[in-house]
């Protein structure tokens, strides 16, 4: 069974930075795009970015252009999200996504 792992969430002050992995146990990992999405308290889920198969493609929300950037190690069946000069709009759950499986989130607080 497929499994996705989120980590790296954590308090950070505006302004800090925080790297996101999220492990995925598919033996299919590299064949597909694999996006981030964040649901903050009270909000719908929102897309935040995502990473074609062999990682030469991205697309990002405006929002986070310029302070995240995707990327993904197939030999390790990983995707990150490293986030620069956050915001407290940024706290949110973080979750990634691969072929519909999601998986439990990584809690991101910014503070002000």
Same mark, same amino acid.
């Given at each position: 069974?497929? +499994?996705?792992?989120?980590? !790296?969430?954590?308090? *950070?002050?505006?302004?800090?930075?925080?790297?996101?992995?999220?492990? *995925?146990?598919?033996? @299919?990992?590299?064949?597909?795009?694999?996006?981030?999405?964040? +649901?903050?308290?009270?909000?719908?889920?929102?897309? *935040?970015?995502?990473?074609?198969?062999? !990682?030469?493609? /991205?697309?990002?929300?405006?929002?986070?252009?310029?302070?995240? &950037? #995707?990327?993904?190690?197939?030999?390790?069946? /990983? *995707?990150?999200? +490293?986030?620069?000069?956050?915001?407290?709009?940024? &706290? @949110?759950?973080?979750?990634?996504?691969?072929?519909? #499986?999601? !998986?439990?989130? /990584?809690?991101? /607080?910014?503070?002000?």
């Amino acid at each position: 069974q497929v +499994q996705l792992v989120e980590s !790296g969430g954590g308090l *950070v002050q505006a302004g800090g930075s925080l790297r996101l992995s999220c492990a *995925v146990s598919g033996r @299919a990992f590299s064949s597909y795009p694999v996006g981030w999405y964040r +649901q903050a308290p009270g909000k719908e889920r929102e897309f *935040v970015a995502n990473i074609n198969p062999d !990682g030469g493609s /991205t697309f990002y929300r405006d929002s986070v252009k310029d302070r995240f &950037t #995707i990327s993904r190690d197939n030999a390790k069946n /990983t *995707v990150y999200l +490293q986030m620069n000069s956050l915001k407290p709009e940024d &706290t @949110a759950i973080y979750y990634c996504s691969w072929e519909g #499986i999601w !998986g439990q989130g /990584t809690q991101v /607080t910014v503070s002000s």
